[in-house]
């Protein structure tokens, strides 16, 4: 180590590897934030211009930003945080990031490596803390390995079932020199990414699938993560075939579609559910048949079905539902196949059998299951801002939202026609994403419109990013449906608590135009539903200004349809029936 | 059901925390595991003892192969395999106990490594099933002391877990 400690000809130090490195993998910004163990880093980082460094107000929206950045653009994600609190404060973005897949480098420092293990300030066991929500983690304890681990971190983090990866780096490490030789490749005996799927199982499927007579096609967020949106939209389209996206799978196939349900799930569509419920033979691409999806597995699998699961994690598949036909691969791969074999097969779908699936699909769709009481003139209905905010943005906006009522409304009711578009935490759920997430997303597309559909309750759990907003001049358009409530929770005590309001009421709000505007921001309260669109339309032409609008919506309005927890896929609650409230008072939570 | 499960693992620091990390967080059962390094110094072997339905002990092998960590996994239930267990017992060894304490330790083919005044030390190496029968065969008064190494498993004939 002594010898490291004396810069020799052709040697660099471990903070310019890293830089070096980043720029090798052609990262365009790093989120992060300063500290101690991180000097070095940051020194390095001042001396070089192949990427800009995003300075965030808590560490937990640097993750974030980063995590939406990927989400937008496809690329490796990169944060940097420094030890101890810098560390800890990322783990709920690391954890957000894992939840959902997403591809992520995060660099953290750590203390000195003479320091580790003695309860120095500032240290924690960053490797220990993120075990459990990280696709792999490092720690680096030699200058020498810094270039072949951050390979491994991106090749990692990008590869297989893509998530975030962990790079703890002592503070010392970064201060000793060593020649610098990025790999061009890198291969791990011990982790060999999947591609290509089973030729024969993939033949299955085709058969099968063409065998079908009430066929069904549920997409997730793998779907949008591999990029293979146009494979699917060729499949359904030759197959004639009724689609649904999950939450995360949405803009995966367009929503304006005719032959898109909308979305499936605990607050999914009426048709969406039903034919989930009751095709005989499913495609499940990318997706993961989680809890908040299918509901209660036993219910689901009470009718026989044939189950066609493409994924390019084996670990998914036959976890909460036995399949038949698993395919493990990368689904764009798979999908190209299947069109292929598709394009050279004779025999086509079942027309007849197709006609009469369609009937009944279109009979559930006469249930307008997303229908919602527009009638009053002096409450603004929060779907109705949703709609909006879709008509003013053409569609074609980045919309993240936080987690709560106002997500569901987003997801029900802005019709994604990309995929990338919708951005948000659907597997960890994790409320103050929503601001973070728009400026990752601004940052990747500056000319793009991006709404950020918040809650009173979470955007006040990451508010300080308006500092960040006002420093890199985002021109985010905030869309506050402000109900006074933390909405979901109140639902649930509304349905399962007889309307004991335990701690869901949001008191001492701050004055958010006034808030914004100590910013430098433009605020606007809209309390009318005469206004909404106008105030929309007056946000979005200022293309160069941050716009916090908040919304006062009604207090009362809850999200329909719902499936109660452990119910099943075709017993939901619609929002038309009269005796909804009573019927979700009758169901144990 | 009980399943003996062998690895192959990169001989890394923290590597042996994130097969332990995944069982606790996920739920699933140890019953024992075992670990050390291999002839190839950059590999190790572990041996995990767990039980679980069929569909839990696929996810866990699923689970397994996935931690970026690991090289290889295999179920030894899927085929013959041999299991053995190191156990060591101190046993009272005092008047007419020294005679019997020798008597059942040869029946089990144990051997006594340790003679001290009033006690024994037995090495046995067997199934666990094997061990357990030698302590259910002593008067658990006369057992001072146990420790036991957790199973280590092996494929018999060609069966063969190497990179």
Known sequence: MDQSNQQKVGQISGAEIIMRCLHEEKVKFVFGYPGGAVLHIYDAL???????????????????????????????????VTSGPGATNAVTGIATAYMDSIPMVVISGQVPTAAIGMDAFQEVDMVGVTRPCVKHNFLIKDVRDIAMTMKKAFYIAASGRPGPVVVDIPKDITAEFAEYNYPKSVEMRSYTPVIKGHSGQIKKAVKILLDAKRPMIYSGGGLVLGDASNELVKLARTLGYPVTNTLMGLGGYP???????????????????????????????????????????????????????????????????????????????????????????????????????????????????????????????????????????????????????????????????KPRRWINSGGLGTMGVGLPYAMGCQLADPKAQVACVTGEGSIQMNIQELSTCKQFHLPIKVILLNNRYLGMVRQWQEFFYENRYSESYMDSLPDFVKLAESYGHVGMDIEKPADVEGALKEAFAMKDRFVFMNFLTDQKENVFPMIPNGKGLSEMILGSDPNKDDAANEIEG | MKHIISLLMENEAGALSRVAGLFSARGYNIESLTVAPTEDATLSRMTIVTSGSDDVIEQIIKQLNKLVDVVKVLDLNDGRHIERELMLVKVKATGALRDEMKRISDIFRGRIIDVADGSYTIELTGSGSKLDAFLEALDKTVILETVRTGASGIGRGDRILKV
Not at chain 1, 57 to 79: P, W
Not at chain 1, 289 to 310: A, K, Q, W
Request: net charge negative; aromatic share 8%.
């Open chain 1, 255 to 417: 929503a304006t579609d005719k032959q898109n349900l909308g979305m499936l799930g605990m607050h999914g569509t009426y048709e969406a559910n039903n034919a989930m419920q009751e095709c005989d033979v499913l495609l499940a691409v990318g997706a993961r048949f989680d809890d908040r999806v299918i509901g209660n597995p036993e219910h689901f699998l009470s009718v026989p079905r044939t189950i066609i699961h493409i994924d390019v994690d084996p670990s998914s598949i036959s976890k909460r539902v036995k399949v038949d036909v698993p395919i493990v691969g990368h689904v764009q791969s798979v999908l190209s196949e299947m069109n292929e074999l598709l394009a050279s097969e004779s025999k086509k779908p079942d027309a007849s059998a197709l006609k009469s699936w369609w009937a009944r699909i279109d009979d559930w769709r006469t249930k307008k299951s997303l229908s919602y009481d527009d009638s009053s003139t002096s409450i603004i209905k929060p779907q109705y801002v949703i709609e909006k905010l879709w008509e003013v943005t053409k569609g074609d906006a980045y919309v993240t939202s936080d987690v709560g009522q106002h997500q569901m409304w987003a997801a029900q009711y802005y019709k994604f026609d």
């Open chain 1, 46 to 80: 001042f001396k070089q211009k192949d990427f800009k460094h995003i300075l965030v107000r808590h560490e937990q929206a640097a993750v974030h930003a980063a995590d939406a950045f990927s989400r937008a653009t496809g690329e490796v994600g990169v944060a940097l």
